[in-house]
């Protein structure tokens, strides 16, 4: 219990004081690594090779630290070490080999920390020549002799190449220095056998010289393969063969013999010791080719023949007649061999025999076959047989043909009057070649020819009118007849250009005036559907655009001002892509009538104001005039018997100064106007300005006694 107690205590303590295990450790960093090569990069093979890690660390403690350094081949770790020392680290490569070669990297791990160093290439150059030794001489045919091949001191995976009179004939891929290799020899004589080898390191290889040349005697078995073949000379298709392999020698050997008789590929017969056949001579390209083969362990023998064997007669030819037959028309088919050996056949032991499974054909002479083409393609082979032989002809497939149907004439495109148009004329069946003629009336317009599925029969034609298009006609052809279906005409609408457009208005230009209706009408001469188009002079936009199916299109403003006037013009196109202008038409929209009317009612009842004022200011002007007369005609006054003076006011006194004559009186201007005179003007003066008394004085003078 007071173990337990102590041990507790101790765990707490360093628990609550981590100070003391920090203060173990040293603080450090890893400040650089580097690996060099010594004594250089590129060195000769047995050189003393030394890697070098060399790392600088700075830490504050005194303790060494506790290093792990792993040195790396072409990424993969050859070497590791774990060291206190702070000396460089060295990675010895003594008698360096080309395996050697690749390139190095060196890291260090100190606790949790790592670095690594960049890499460096090292390539060791040369490599030791390879050694033969075999371990027999003198071998027999088939004998089994062991070859060994080694490369003193190198390393690594090594390719070993074996070679006969400087032809390979076995390769070994093993990891040691040296490869060993079992060696058989198909031939008698001397061979010469050297090797060679390659070390591989990726991605590179590295390939020595040849090694020292060993010779080989290879002495031939007692044994001796026999074909023999009865008949041997002149062979005919059909003669009986009888043929024989066997084996002559004069050894014994304990390991057993096995034979194959072969014809080409065919295993004809085995056995051990001898075998035989018996066949029926074929005719073949080359002649027959018979083998005899004999194996005893890795020992082969053989003996080959080539016989020539005469085709009795040839494989027969299946023909057609006509060569294009249409459908359910009558046809010949003709099976026949073109050669035969006379000396042996005769043209009438030859007898055919045609396969048509679904369609018998009537037998006619030998080898002719008639019947009626099917509506189908359809296969057909023959057989020809004589003395025991049959030979097939290759299988004829006919196809009867389809005769062509009335072709369908149509444009191309657009009919444009002016351009060139293009007519299609096309059949919906037909096996081709059809040939295809365009008839313009009762005459050859122009002929072609349609090879292929998607191929077209197009011809290019130009009319002067629109009515010529109804002329043209097409004929497909595509028999032995003469003369092959025509179509039906060509039916087509042609475009004609638009031309002759014209700008009018409605109404009149001089019935135009605002608040009314205007309508820009354009009309073309051509084929519609017609594109109409209305500008004003000066604007790039229309003010309007539509299609018609009629030449001629209007554009209506519904109400217009005077903002409208201006000059106006159309444009159209139709199909042909032609565009037409048309004249320019000057608008000048007028006053409304309801405004000439208002103005004139507006005068009118002016006037009328004017001359009722008129009327009223020349009656009042007459009554004073009338008044001023009566006053006039009154005596004078006794007291002004020398001098005479009169006071009047306003229009009074100036018509009484003017009309009446004082003696002895000077002449106002107003006394030689004559009151009828009055116009407008004084009217004017008399309404506009204020009224104004007007006083004439008259100086008194001596009476004259003349005058009393």
Known sequence: MGLLLLLTSTLLSSYFHPGSVVNAQHTFTIRDISLSIEPSTDV?????????????VSSSGQEALSREYTIFKDGSIVYTKTTSSSEDFLYPLPEARVSNSGKYKCKIKIGDRQSTSEAKKLTVRGLSKPVLHLNKGVVTEGEELTATCMAPGETGSIFFYFYDNSKEIQEKLVNSNQAVAELRFRSTGIHKIHCAYTVLLTPDSFKSEESNSVTVSVKELDITVVLEISPQYSIFEGDRLNIFCSIQTSQRSTEKMFLYLSEGT?????????VNHSMVALAKAGGLMLECRMEMGHLVKTANKTLPVTELFSAPTLTV????????????????????????????????????LGNPLKSGNS??????????????????????????SQTLTVRPRVFVSAPKISVSGKAILGQPIQILCESDTGSLPINYTLWKGYDIEDMTTVHMPFQKALFTVSISKPEEIKLYMCEANNGRREEGPFGARLTANVTVPLSHAMLSVLPALHDISEEGHLNLICSVEGTPPVTFKWYRVGESQPLNATTSDQVHKDYEFPVITKAHSGKYYCEAFNHAKNIVRSNEVTVEVRMAMWKKALIGGICLLIVTVLVLVFGLYFRSKRGKREAAAELSVKPSSPKSDDSLTVNLTHDTEVYYAATVRVDRAAVSVWSERKPEAGNDEESSMVSNEPDVEYTEVVHPRSADPARG
């Open 266 to 274: 065919s295993l004809l017969s085995s056995g051990a010791k001898k």
């Open 44 to 56: 000769t093979r047995g050189t003393n090779v030394t890697v070098r890690c060399k790392v600088t």
């Open 367 to 392: 080898g002719i076959f008639s019947g009626k083409a099917l509506q189908h393609e359809f296969n057909y082979t023959c057989t020809a047989r004589a003395k025991g032989i049959e030979k097939h």
């Open 321 to 356: 007649s006509p060569a294009e037959v249409f459908q359910r028309e009558p046809m010949t088919l003709t099976c026949k061999s073109e050669s035969f050996a006379s000396e042996r056949l005769q043209s009438r032991d030859l007898t055919y025999t045609l396969y048509s």
